[in-house]
């Protein structure tokens, strides 16, 4: 029988969550009963915002919680395969954040935790949900613009001060490859594009290629731009793809969350697509735009926040939870995209070319 309430713990209080709590709190059917974080006046804070009864500092009481159904997963990376086991092996749902782990071991540790507890484990890649996004796929899968032949994205980050006010704890952890389990850009942000580069070509990725500056910023930090990503489909047609990061610290992106921005075209036999926007709003565009037999068409009717697309990943793992079907993003998938990921980090520090099956191959 389907359950009539989900009922979420959330573990982590950051400054995503802001945007991850949308998709629970207006669906009718779930409801956020507990909330943990190690500060415990931060994760009062959110539970008294969200109508949450209970605020833990310790992730084992919140695992053990027996009102929690389902356990939300926000915390840094290098915690997410302890935390993921954790709360799986108590018999709770996970919605694990991306990138998943930093190590394919460590997502194969959780992968079996939750194959052992028949639970439901979701990686969630919220650029999945991007309405614009999910036009362009099905404008690709529609056949709109033939054979899909190439990806090719273009990350513009811009000047830290116009974006998101992040806490200093959050981003030092992200700037630690040990604990983020790589670059911010390359790899936590990175995640979303690989996955977008195989979520449009009906084909995986083979072989990779990347070259990855590190730009200082101040005494200690850096950040892994400008970069150039590019890679090879396995099989016929010949088929390629190319993430390019432009660290272009000193301009403005409008943007209300992160001060930084995804452009993406999908080019194909008969045609193209172009997705215009994601995270800001760099140009007065339409968020999506098709060439096809000579002609172009704008679509200007989707919702292009990018907030919407943590409203509508939220609200799906509550349906897939209720009506017993698998999330959009199982752990065999998000091992894949992680594989490509970490063959692109590879590739960079040995200065070579890299076939994804060395990465899967162990």
Same mark, same amino acid.
């Given at each position: ?9 959330w ?18 059917r ?5 909330v943990?974080d190690r500060?415990e006046?931060?994760?009062r804070? #959110?539970?008294?915002?969200?109508g ?6 310790d ?9 929690v ?8 990376h290098?915690?997410? %395969? ?15 954040q ?10 194969? #540790?959780?992968?079996r %935790? ?58 030092a ?5 040990t ?20 979520w ?27 970069a ?22 000193g301009?403005?992106?409008?943007s ?10 999908i080019?194909?036999?008969e ?30 009717d989707?919702p ?15 349906? %897939? ?11 065999a998938?998000? #091992? ?11 590739s ?15």
């Amino acid at each position: 029988m389907a359950p009539e309430t989900i009922r979420l713990g959330w573990l982590g209080c950051g400054r995503i969550a802001d945007l991850q709590c949308l998709g629970y709190l207006d669906h009718p059917r779930a409801e956020i009963v507990a909330v943990c974080d190690r500060d415990e006046s931060r994760a009062r804070a #959110r539970a008294q915002a969200w109508g949450a009864r209970r605020v833990y500092t310790d992730a084992e009481k919140l695992f053990a919680d027996p009102e929690v159904d389902a356990v939300e997963i926000l915390t840094p990376h290098h915690l997410h %395969a302890a935390h993921a086991v954790g709360a799986l092996e108590a018999g709770k749902h996970v919605s694990l954040q991306k990138p998943p782990t930093r190590t394919l071991e460590e997502l194969d #540790r959780v992968a079996r %935790a939750a194959a052992r507890s028949g639970r439901v484990l979701r990686v969630f890649e919220n650029f999945g949900h991007y309405p614009p996004h999910r036009r362009a796929k099905a404008l690709v899968d529609a056949g709109e613009i033939g054979t899909p032949l190439s990806v090719r994205v273009k990350t513009a980050v811009g000047r830290f001060a116009d974006g998101w006010t992040v806490g200093p704890e959050s981003q030092a952890w992200r700037m630690d490859p040990t604990l983020c389990g790589g670059g911010l850009t390359t790899f936590d942000h990175g995640y979303h594009c690989f996955q977008m580069a195989r979520w449009f070509v009906p084909s995986e990725v083979e072989r990779v290629h990347a070259f990855i500056h590190w730009t200082r910023l101040g005494d200690r930090d850096r950040i892994d731009g400008p970069a150039l990503i590019s890679w090879k489909y396995a099989g016929d047609p010949p088929r390629f793809g190319s993430w390019e990061v432009i660290a272009s610290l000193g301009m403005r992106v409008r943007s209300d969350y992160y001060a930084s921005d995804d452009r993406l075209e999908i080019h194909g036999s008969e045609g193209i697509v172009w997705v215009n926007r994601c995270t800001g709003k760099l140009l007065e565009e339409p968020s999506v735009v098709l060439y096809r037999e000579g002609e172009t068409r704008a679509f200007h009717d989707l919702p292009a926040d990018w907030a919407e697309s943590f409203r509508r990943g939220g609200r799906d793992f509550v349906d %897939a939870l209720i009506e017993g079907r698998a999330p959009e993003q199982s752990a065999a998938e998000a #091992r894949k995209t992680l594989a490509f990921a970490l063959a692109a980090a590879r590739s960079d520090a040995e200065g070579r070319e890299v076939a994804v099956s060395e990465i899967l191959g162990g």
